[in-house]
């Protein structure tokens, strides 16, 4: 029973940290799921927050940025929506504790990795959608990117202004892919170990609809990404 309220206590913190309240608490523990823990999982939640959340995004930069053309409004939604902006965002109202895990999974570090804080904030906006609507989204993501479009702006996480080529090589990637071959680059990743202990990650990143592949290792799988996206911007600029 103690075991029972201290739950809920989390549960409810953790809300007004995220400054909206659910009718529907099950959504939010499902979005709150990593799928080591069992079923259901947050992965079918994370896939629709990301379509909900690039539309919010999109219709934000749209809107404040009326003479931006579809290559600068692209690049600025690709700053807010990479893993490690998605990632921040996460950590600020301290997601990555209340992600339930399966046993080891916590002890392996596999909450502190950019892509799992990512998709359970995906999963918590679509949770955010489910259970309230869009315009729950909306606010939600305003109160927390802090989408600031003008240089001038005050204490903004971002500016959509910048250069291509000052950009992380995985955001110039998918802009580069997009542009190219209309398509996301894709990121599969595996652990490579040795008696027990995780020695680092490899990544391989594909272009879907071609033979493009490259790869990266790295001790963190951040790293593992950015190496294998600048080899094949590399690669594709040849």
């Known amino acids: 029973m103690a075991q029972s309220s201290d739950v809920d206590k989390r549960l409810s913190r953790f809300q007004e940290r995220l400054g909206y309240q659910f009718k529907d608490e099950l959504l939010l523990i499902q979005a709150l799921t990593h799928s080591s823990f069992g079923q259901p999982d947050n992965e079918r939640l994370e896939f629709l927050g990301d379509a909900v959340l690039k539309f919010v995004l999109s219709d934000i930069l749209y809107e404040q940025l009326p003479d931006y053309e579809e290559g600068n409004l692209t690049r600025g939604r690709v700053a807010f929506e990479n893993n490690n902006q998605l990632a921040k965002v996460a950590s600020a109202f301290e997601i990555g504790p209340m992600i339930r895990l399966g046993k080891g999974a916590r002890k392996d570090g596999v909450v502190e ?26 606010e939600f993501v305003n109160g927390h990117f802090k989408i600031v479009t003008s240089p001038e702006g005050s204490n903004r996480h971002h500016s959509v202004a910048g250069h291509a080529d000052s950009a992380h090589p995985k955001t110039r990637l998918q802009e580069l892919t997009i542009k190219q071959h209309k398509v996301y680059p894709t990121y599969s990743s595996e652990k490579r170990e040795t008696k027990g202990k995780v020695l680092s990650w490899k990544v391989l990143c594909t272009v879907p609809g071609t033979s493009f592949s490259t790869d990266g290792e790295s001790n963190s799988i951040q790293d593992a990404e950015t190496e294998a996206a600048q080899k094949m911007l590399e690669l594709l600029q040849t």
């Open 113 to 138: 990795n950019d892509s799992v804080l990512a998709g359970a904030l995906e999963a918590v906006i679509a949770a955010i959608y489910l259970d309230g609507s869009l315009e729950d989204v909306v």
